[in-house]
């Protein structure tokens, strides 16, 4: 069993940015490195979206437009972790942000949807204030 446990949320102005961290424990450094990675957030009343995706070697699978240029999606698989930098905070990135372990090695837009992921962290708030 994968246990994800984010970290990173919290307060910002518009503007600002924050570092979202996803701390992997529960599978070995060998298996967690074979995991395609991916990060959501769910709005209150909203349903949960897509905001990045990393395949087990780093590479960066894509974002969607809301966030394209400004959040970046990285890992260091010596440390079983997964990174979100978010630059250039909007209110409507307000959300609680999730990290997500997809163990069947997604490719392209199969990462893009929740259905793929297997294992889910507790989420961290991110409010971003005008």
């Known amino acids: 069993q994968v246990q994800l446990v984010e970290s990173g949320g919290g307060l910002v102005q518009a503007g600002g940015s924050l570092r979202l961290s996803c701390a992997a424990s529960?599978?070995?450094?060998?298996?967690?490195?074979?995991?395609?990675m991916g990060w959501f957030r769910q709005a209150p009343g909203k349903e949960r979206d897509f905001v990045a995706a990393?395949?087990?070697?780093?590479?960066?699978?894509g974002y969607p437009d809301s966030v394209e240029g400004r959040f970046t999606i990285s890992r260091d698989n010596a440390l079983n972790t997964v990174y979100l930098q978010m630059n250039s905070l909007k209110p409507e990135d307000t959300a609680v942000y999730y990290c997500?372990?997809?163990?069947?090695?997604?490719?392209?837009?199969?990462?893009?949807?929740?259905?793929?992921?297997?294992?889910w962290g507790q989420g961290t708030q991110v409010t971003v204030s005008s």
């Open positions: 990393i395949t087990s070697s780093g590479g960066s699978i």
């Open positions: 529960g599978a070995s450094g060998r298996a967690f490195s074979s995991y395609a």
């Open positions: 997500a372990a997809d163990t069947k090695h997604c490719s392209g837009y199969g990462c893009y949807s929740s259905v793929q992921y297997d294992y």
